[in-house]
């Protein structure tokens, strides 16, 4: 099993679409949960943390479920600006780097 | 402002030749990584350091080689030995401890001509 596994999409959702991103990961001993977002040729930068009582920044929503090692993003009310690569990233216990899923490719089509 | 800086942005690189990707943060931050990224590909772990003077292996090391000297540098040499070096390198960093998260230098686009 891969470490961090995510839908590769590409998910085609017009604008105002509400749109849902899951991850799994196999190391239970994670401890720290992130989504990035890359845009094409561009470096990847934080989205947001994800902490386990889940969170919320404006339109998007981070869950946690360490029980079945799964995490969510979901954007509300999707803007042309939000099409991207969203990487989910994990890493272990301590100072273990982070490991990146392979991304889920939005595209939010007017 | 306080960042991460890679340079250069484009390198194109004959084969058989090494060549060296600088990496420079003036985060204070004690870990920085490198990763590679191939089209349509995930980000992978080629190396990283905690601390001056020491640095380990992620899963893709051969081929490359870095140094830790300094706190804000950590330049990637990719070798003659790296038989497909063509790809986009990203250097990263972070403090240390749990919940920590990465920031990213732009990336250089590495190309071999």
């Known amino acids: 099993r891969k470490e961090v596994e995510q839908d590769p999409g590409p998910f085609n959702v017009p604008e105002g679409a509400t749109v849902a991103f899951n991850c799994t990961y196999s190391?239970?001993?994670?401890?720290?949960f992130f989504w990035y977002r890359q845009d094409c040729r561009k470096e990847p930068k934080l989205l947001m943390s994800?902490?386990?009582s889940g969170n919320e920044d404006g339109r998007f929503t981070a869950q946690l479920n360490r029980a079945s090692q799964y995490i969510s993003l979901l954007i509300r009310d999707s803007k042309l600006s939000d099409s991207a690569t969203y990487l989910c990233?994990?890493?272990?216990?301590?100072?273990?780097?982070?490991?990146f899923g392979k991304g889920t490719r939005l595209s939010v089509i007017a | 402002d306080g960042g991460i800086t890679q340079s250069p942005k484009y390198l194109f690189r004959k084969e058989g030749q090494n060549v060296t990707l600088s990496c420079e943060q003036n985060?204070?931050?004690?870990?920085m990584y490198w990763y590679r990224q191939d089209p349509g590909q995930g980000l992978r772990l080629i190396y990283y350091?905690?601390?001056?003077?020491?640095?380990q292996k992620g899963d893709i090391a051969e081929g490359y080689s870095v140094s830790r000297e300094k706190k804000e540098s950590f330049p990637l040499t990719v070798t003659s030995a790296q038989k497909n070096p063509t790809a986009f390198y990203l250097c990263?960093?972070?403090?240390?401890?749990?919940?920590?998260?990465?920031?990213f230098g732009q990336g250089t686009r590495l190309t071999v001509v």
């Open positions: 994800v902490y386990s």
């Open positions: 190391n239970s001993a994670s401890q720290s």
């Open positions: 350091s905690q601390i001056v003077n020491d640095f």
């Open positions: 990263a960093s972070s403090r240390t401890g749990v919940r920590t998260e990465a920031f």
């Open positions: 985060l204070n931050h004690d870990a």
């Open positions: 990233v994990v890493n272990g216990a301590g100072n273990t780097p982070l490991v």
